[in-house]
């Protein structure tokens, strides 16, 4: 008798190990993991609004995706790096240098999906790093310079439309509303005075959808 119960015992045990692997297995199998990476069209050729909105020059000029069934996370980012040194006709040098860096993770639930065309709700954070430098000079003066450095970190709710237009290939925009809190500092130094000024505090941006992705899935 007791044989019998250990057997007994040593199969239920074998049965229920086998049934947890089965379902396992079935939610691997259920699961859909896909990846994307998309450029921002805009932003790199630079062509111009689609005409239905008018909005400031887009962030973000790269996006990855990594996607599980209906849920996605994101990491995106955007920049500038530009030098110009130029001589006027009438001997101003002026000179200009840009640094920007902005970056961007967030999460996102795909609430529509009809055929090649989605719906994505999500909640992002950013960040963006500026610096802004402008110097000129006149014949027989002084150098004048102006520099400006700002930090942004905020977080909000954003859209994305996404229309597939076959398995590897998508296109898609987005709108968004961030709350920000924003850092700033301005320096100017003219006749060797350096006078700066800090200000500081909040600021809401609604970006319409005018930039546009082109993405491929993988």
Same mark, same amino acid.
Request: proline share 2%; aromatic share 14%; with cysteine.
């Given at each position: 008798?007791?044989?019998?119960?250990?057997?007994?015992?040593?199969?239920?045990?074998?049965?229920?190990?086998?049934?947890?692997?089965?379902?396992?297995?079935?939610?691997?199998?259920?699961?859909?993991?896909?990846?994307?990476?998309?450029?921002?069209?805009?932003?790199?050729?630079?062509?111009?609004?689609?005409?239905?909105?008018?909005?400031? $020059?887009?962030?973000?000029?790269?996006? !990855?995706?990594?996607?599980?069934?209906?849920? =996605? #996370?994101?990491? +995106?980012?955007?920049? /500038?790096?530009?030098?110009?040194?130029?001589?006027?006709?009438?001997?101003?040098?002026?000179?200009?240098?840009?640094?920007?860096?902005?970056?961007?993770?967030?999460?996102?639930?795909?609430?529509?999906?009809?055929?090649?065309?989605?719906?994505?709700?999500?909640?992002?954070?950013?960040?963006?790093?500026?610096?802004?430098?402008?110097?000129?000079?006149? $014949?027989?003066?002084?150098?004048?310079? !102006?520099?400006?450095?700002?930090?942004?970190? =905020? #977080?909000?709710? +954003?859209?994305?439309? /996404?229309?597939?237009?076959?398995?590897?290939?998508?296109?898609?925009?987005?709108?968004?509303?961030?709350?920000?809190?924003?850092?700033?500092?301005?320096?100017?130094?003219?006749?060797?005075?350096?006078?700066?000024?800090?200000?500081?505090?909040?600021?809401?941006?609604?970006?319409?959808?005018?930039?546009?992705?082109?993405?491929?899935?993988?």
């Amino acid at each position: 008798m007791k044989h019998l119960i250990i057997i007994c015992l040593s199969l239920f045990t074998i049965h229920q190990i086998s049934a947890q692997d089965q379902t396992i297995e079935t939610e691997k199998k259920n699961l859909d993991i896909s990846h994307s990476f998309g450029v921002n069209v805009k932003s790199i050729i630079g062509i111009t609004d689609f005409g239905f909105f008018v909005s400031d $020059p887009t962030p973000f000029a790269f996006n !990855y995706n990594l996607n599980v069934n209906k849920v =996605g #996370f994101r990491a +995106s980012f955007g920049g /500038e790096f530009r030098n110009s040194k130029n001589d006027s006709d009438d001997q101003i040098v002026r000179e200009n240098k840009t640094r920007q860096a902005n970056y961007r993770l967030g999460i996102h639930y795909k609430v529509l999906q009809r055929k090649k065309f989605n719906v994505k709700l999500g909640l992002d954070g950013v960040r963006n790093n500026n610096y802004y430098y402008y110097s000129t000079q006149q $014949p027989g003066s002084t150098e004048v310079t !102006y520099e400006n450095y700002l930090t942004q970190t =905020g #977080f909000g709710p +954003s859209i994305q439309l /996404e229309y597939e237009i076959n398995d590897f290939i998508s296109i898609s925009t987005e709108s968004w509303y961030y709350i920000s809190y924003i850092s700033q500092e301005n320096k100017r130094n003219e006749n060797g005075q350096e006078y700066i000024e800090t200000s500081n505090g909040w600021q809401s941006d609604l970006y319409q959808p005018s930039l546009l992705y082109l993405n491929i899935r993988f």
